[in-house]
């Protein structure tokens, strides 16, 4: 499945509740026009105070093609919901990595990690590496029920080497493996975390990883959610 994640900031002056409303009351039901969007997530950070992101949008297609053409629509709307020069946009393709879900993420509590490899290493070697060596051990952290990796389908032009999403059943389980919002301190005996979280400076820039910790919610969903 191909996606289209838009990381929202809300304009300048404004509060983010007010930004939030406008967000799901006025534009996000606007998704359900776009051609090719089969399914639509919305994710509000937990912690907005102190959150990277105001808000983070999935857009979900079959294809690329469909993807493509969607993006083009998306970007000739014009509207002013978000900052001047947002949203930041990442397209790649998700593959899940662990599932204990169903496929209903709705109402799970979400860690998004936008990764950046770290100097001197090619996308490519940054891959192998993610592939092999770490998402082993990201997907068993303790509390996570769902895995993906996201690749970008342009790794050239992309914000992003890659994206990250664990999901977990409660806000509490999150925090005790990956911290909270504004701390990147985690329960040391949560062994699996505590291993995951030495690894990522092997092969990621970590600060240069902006995240966001937040709260899921499916806007619509066209698709079997057990079939992709």
């Known amino acids: 499945m191909y996606k289209h994640i838009a990381l929202l900031v ?48 999935e857009l979900y297609f079959e294809s690329l093609d469909d993807l493509d053409a969607a993006v083009g629509s998306i970007g000739a709307r014009g509207d002013d919901h978000f900052a001047a020069g947002e949203p930041r946009r990442f397209d790649g393709e998700e593959v899940v990595r662990k599932d204990e879900t169903g496929g209903d993420t709705d109402g799970l509590y979400k860690h998004s990690a936008f990764l950046v490899r770290k100097p001197g290493t090619s996308h490519d070697d940054f891959r192998d590496y993610w592939e092999t060596e770490h998402t082993p051990l990201a997907r068993d952290i303790e509390g996570v029920v769902r895995y993906h990796t996201v690749y970008p389908v342009d790794p050239e032009s992309a914000a992003f080497d890659g994206v990250a999403e664990l999901y977990f059943e409660s806000l509490a389980d999150l925090y005790d493996a990956l911290g909270s919002p504004g701390s990147r301190d985690y329960d040391p005996s949560k062994e699996v975390a505590a291993a995951a979280r030495a690894d990522v400076d092997n092969f990621l820039a970590v600060e240069d990883r902006p995240r966001l910790i937040g709260r899921e919610t499916v806007q619509f969903d066209a698709t079997d959610a057990e079939g992709y």
Do not use: N
């Open 10 to 57: 809300r304009r300048e002056g404004e509060r983010h509740d007010e930004f939030r409303e406008r967000w799901l009351d006025e534009r996000a039901p606007q998704v359900r026009e776009i051609d090719g969007v089969v399914r639509h997530h919305t994710v509000v950070p937990t912690g907005p105070e102190v959150a990277e992101f105001d808000g983070i949008a």
